[in-house]
């Protein structure tokens, strides 16, 4: 892990500035086209939340300042971002996850099986392993939403950015699903926010 250089960093003013507010999140909800993504999960048996997520973490490992954290006086970079998910149980409660992000599809949807299978066969609210290198995120998939909001912590220096993924809806032919982001004003900004969008649908129109 490296540190930034804040001194030298042109959004230094900003970052401080941010850092004065009780709470200096901000958040917004916007829709991705998921036709590839759903039908390609369709046909190969694939599980379609997997499928969109390994695309969502390509996109925030692309943009640097999603890789950014508060820790102290000081601004963490994380190499590689992983998924902190929700993963429902059958009694419709559900556990955190930690999940280790790779390139390669296959090795992630098998890191995300392993996790998967530990937290339908426990009780445990809290995976064995966390770090602040990761999104929280989650899927409701019940409802298209146009508005979300977090939980906050009081915790004014989190930092981890938290997305939550709406259901689909058809419009004019493409399958569409609400995103939800919430990113920590003091390291990241409106245009590192259109670069993750950009990316993630870009990855999504990619899946065959």
Not at 12 to 31: G, I, P
Not at 75 to 92: K, L, N, P, V
Not at 101 to 124: L, M
Request: proline residues 3%.
């Amino acid at each position: 892990m490296k540190y930034l250089d804040i001194d030298s960093w042109n959004r230094k003013e900003l970052f401080h500035h941010f850092r004065t507010l009780d709470d200096s999140t901000f958040a917004l909800v916007a829709n991705v086209d998921v036709t590839n993504t759903f039908k390609d999960a369709k046909e190969k048996k694939e599980s379609f939340f997997v499928r969109y997520l390994h695309a969502c973490l390509i996109a925030i490992n692309s943009v640097e300042n999603l890789k950014y954290r508060i820790e102290g006086d000081q601004i963490a970079i994380y190499e590689t971002i992983q998924a902190s998910a929700t993963i429902a149980r059958e009694d419709h409660t559900f556990g955190f996850s930690f999940i280790e992000f790779n390139e390669s599809f296959a090795d992630f949807n098998n890191n995300f099986q392993k996790e998967k299978k530990r937290i339908q066969e426990t009780r445990d609210l809290f995976p064995p392993k966390y770090s602040l290198g990761c999104i929280h995120c989650s899927a409701i998939p019940w409802v298209h939403f146009s508005g979300h909001k977090e939980p906050f912590s009081g915790n004014k220096d989190d930092s981890v950015p938290q997305l939550a993924f709406g259901k689909i809806e058809e419009k004019k032919g493409r399958l569409m699903m609400p995103v939800a982001i919430n990113v920590n004003h003091a390291l990241v900004d409106g245009y590192h926010v259109g670069l993750f969008f950009e990316e993630f649908q870009n990855q999504l129109d990619k899946i065959n």
